[in-house]
């Protein structure tokens, strides 16, 4: 309760400041104003559409990133010799900014639902990458000795041995990918890709509906928190 | 059976084994005893196949080991490490048995009859960490007799276990190796469970692991703890085999 002070304050400040004329009104708009618009966006169910659409793209580049992170790191994780030679590229790769792939993406997939993914898939593939490499270096040695004993194929010591025992570190990887999958989706939106909530912000910014954007803020930070809280279970 | 010829491991420069020489007829139950880095879990590695040898060969059924298969078991010492957590008692059974392809209906039959053998039948829905040591071993032995191996390999299976569910192990894969007839290898830092357990005791000698002596122990089976400890001819390879363990 304690923790509620200081944003009340702050919420009652701002109202009383606006409507004193104290704050700017074009970048500030009310705190009543921001709710009566946050309110009418999920009532009309553009909010909702626009969420989806953000999801959608979030979601499908997370999966992308989560498949190919998981089997790749394994591969990298288990065969030292493969690592060594793909390894260097990796780690070129890396650094590379996945917001500035954007026009890349824009390049091969046009507008749209699959460059947002692609940029989505970049950005999240490198936790995933890098943890599960090491978690699958860290499979209890034993395991891969028996696992070697009972000549068990490559795909099916993935799926009996290895990634059963790393699975509890590979999540973490996952979770963080996950909360990056959602600030990239937004990020493209807001950048160029004409969907989602991102471009419904920009849209409602340059169309000088501070209410609106500040209700759209408001509903992003609730959504990326409830993600995250889905993702910890 | 087994036929291992001048085996030797080096380990960066360093001699692990040197020369090591041996048979083991099909169907007996060899010991190999030695002093704590003298290359006994080398050497079981090496007749796994999990490490080759930098020189030297060994074959089994006349055929050179260039790898691990499926024929020759393992049991590892640290059954908490060798065994899967996130598995059942009888979900780790059945790893082996999928690993030879046993299909379902039979996988199921085959797993109880494992698990009634070792005396498992009550746990086999528990998880690995809710059971005792020696319950888990067990669980890592009727893993490795559902691969139906011609070759058990034990790497000092019941080092870890107190003296008393050590000997009823041992009772058991005494009477599981003749029972069916399995060819078995097993290390030991313990004198007294070499020669209990053994149609034939290696004893190897450190720096580099090396073959010191090799007895056949003559004593009849079915042996017992009681008994068979106190057999003269126990205490004479006892004699004889305990001045060579000393550092």
């Known amino acids: 309760m304690r923790g509620l002070v200081i944003p009340s304050l702050l919420i009652i400040g701002w109202e009383i400041g606006s409507r004193a004329g104290v704050l700017p009104p074009d970048s500030t708009s009310r705190p009543s104003e921001i709710v009566r618009a946050l309110v009418q966006a999920l009532a009309d169910g553009s909010l909702l559409r626009d969420t989806w659409l953000t999801f959608e793209a979030a979601l499908l580049g997370f999966a992308i990133a989560g498949a190919l992170g998981i089997l790749l790191g394994a591969v990298l994780g288990l065969s030292p010799r493969t690592e060594r030679t793909v390894g260097p590229s990796i780690e070129a790769l890396r650094p590379i900014p996945a917001v500035a792939l954007i026009p890349l993406a824009l390049l091969v997939f046009g507008f749209g639902l699959r460059m947002e993914a692609a940029v989505v898939a970049f950005a999240a593939l490198w936790p995933v990458l890098l943890v599960t490499v090491s978690a699958v270096r860290g499979v209890e040695p034993r395991l891969l000795e028996l696992s070697r004993s009972l000549e068990l194929s490559f795909s099916r010591q993935l799926v009996k041995i290895v990634l059963p025992a790393a699975f509890g570190r590979i999540a973490v990887g996952l979770r963080v990918a996950l909360a990056i999958s959602l600030v990239v989706a937004v990020t493209v939106e807001i950048v160029l890709n004409p969907r989602g909530l991102g471009h419904s912000m920009i849209a409602a910014q340059q169309a000088m509906r501070s209410d609106l954007m500040y209700a759209q803020l408001l509903w992003l930070g609730f959504v990326g928190w409830a993600l995250n809280k889905v993702a910890q279970r | ?247």
């Not at chain 2, 139950?29 to 879990?41: A, H, M, R």
């Not at chain 2, 400890?229 to 363990?245: A, I, K, S, T, V």
Request: glycine share 10%; net charge neutral; proline share 6%.
């Open chain 2, 1 to 247: 059976m087994i036929a291992a010829r001048n085996v030797g491991v080096s380990f960066s420069q360093r001699a692990a084994l040197a020369d090591i020489s041996f048979d083991v007829p099909a169907g007996q139950f060899l010991c190999i005893v030695g002093p704590s880095g003298s290359g006994k879990t080398t050497l079981l590695r090496v007749l796994a196949g999990l490490i080759v040898p930098d020189a030297g060969e060994v074959a089994v059924d006349g055929k050179a080991v260039r790898g691990p298969a499926r024929s020759r078991a393992i049991v590892f010492q640290d059954y908490t490490k060798a065994l899967l957590p996130w598995r059942t008692v009888a979900g780790n059974v059945a790893l082996g048995l999928e690993a030879c392809g046993v299909p379902e209906p039979e996988r199921s039959r085959r797993i109880e009859t494992l698990l009634a053998k070792m005396g498992l039948g009550h746990c086999s829905g528990h998880y690995p960490a809710q059971l005792s040591g020696g319950m888990q071993q067990r669980v890592q032995i009727a893993r490795a007799l559902g691969q139906d191996p011609q070759l058990l390999l034990m790497d000092e299976p019941f080092g870890a276990l107190d003296a008393i569910t050590r000997q009823g192990l041992q009772d058991e894969v005494a009477r599981i190796a003749a029972e069916q007839k399995t060819t078995v290898v097993f290390i030991t830092h313990d004198l007294e469970e070499a020669i209990y357990l053994g149609d034939h005791v290696i004893v190897l000698a450190s720096n580099p692991g090396r073959i010191a002596e090799r007895i056949t122990v003559d004593i009849p089976r079915p042996r017992s703890q009681l008994e068979t400890r106190e057999d003269p001819r126990f205490l004479d390879y006892r004699h004889r085999l305990f001045g060579l363990l000393k550092h």
